[in-house]
């Protein structure tokens, strides 16, 4: 079983609209979680990273949030544009060389 | 400043060939990591490099996966014998070091297809 779950797995929005992706992990112990955002035949880019103290962290329309206690995360993109389909990838790290990646999350935005 | 960069974005071999994927990290950067990303799946952790030496092979699938880095730079990939379930996006990534909290860039990927 992936210690990483991410949900759903695919999701179709229209331009515009607000959608929140999710992450639940097992992982302990913990020690960051990061979203990445991969576009279609490129490499996953960092979107935000989140250590166990930090409960939310925003990068300009994307907002991660991060319960340390249920071990979940979410990712919540405002205002959503066509250049956001993607697929977002959570990952989460137990220490410097152990880390775990979600399955991802395939976004399409429709105009 | 250059990102990672790979090399070739694209292969496809025979079934039985052998392989060589090779990879630029970002100048500076001492950690350098291997990922498959098969269709529709996750990422999957292959090696990583620490300077030159390799501290962690665990994810290697079988012993005709192979990785060398030279120079405390550039790293190859080596697939011999590729069977069809080898075909994925290998993808590289490079850190500023070992501390966890160090971002990971990530090269565009090598497509690898075996006919």
């Known amino acids: 079983k992936n210690q990483v779950e991410q949900s759903p797995q695919s999701l179709i929005i229209l331009e515009g609209k607000n959608c929140t992706l999710q992450?639940?992990?097992?992982?302990?112990?913990?020690?960051?979680l990061r979203w990445y955002k991969q576009d279609t035949g490129r490499g996953p880019v960092s979107l935000t990273i989140?250590?166990?103290?930090?409960n939310t962290k925003s990068n300009g329309r994307y907002t991660a949030t991060l319960d340390a206690d249920t071990k979940q995360s979410s990712l919540h993109i405002t205002a959503s544009q066509l250049s956001d389909s993607a697929s977002y990838i959570c990952?989460?790290?137990?220490?410097?060389?152990?880390?775990?990646f979600g399955a991802g999350t395939r976004l399409t935005v429709k105009p | 400043g250059a990102g990672v960069s790979q090399s070739p974005s694209n292969k496809v071999t025979e079934k039985g060939k052998d392989v060589e994927l090779r990879c630029d990290p970002i100048?500076?950067?001492?950690?350098l990591y291997w990922y498959r990303q098969s269709l529709g799946q996750g990422l999957e952790f292959l090696i990583y490099?620490?300077?030159?030496?390799?501290?962690?092979k665990s994810g290697l699938p079988s012993d005709r996966f192979s990785a060398e880095r030279t120079g405390g730079s550039v790293s190859t990939l080596t697939i011999q014998r590729t069977q069809q379930e080898d075909s994925a996006v290998y993808l590289c990534?490079?850190?500023?070091?070992?501390?966890?909290?160090?971002?990971?860039?990530f090269g565009p990927g090598t497509r690898l297809t075996v006919l």
């Open positions: 990534a490079s850190s500023a070091g070992q501390v966890s909290y160090n971002e990971q860039f």
């Open positions: 992450c639940n992990y097992t992982v302990s112990p913990f020690s960051n």
């Open positions: 989140m250590t166990f103290s930090e």
């Open positions: 990952v989460v790290r137990e220490n410097i060389n152990d880390m775990r």
């Open positions: 100048s500076g950067h001492t950690a």
């Open positions: 490099f620490q300077g030159n030496s390799a501290p962690d």
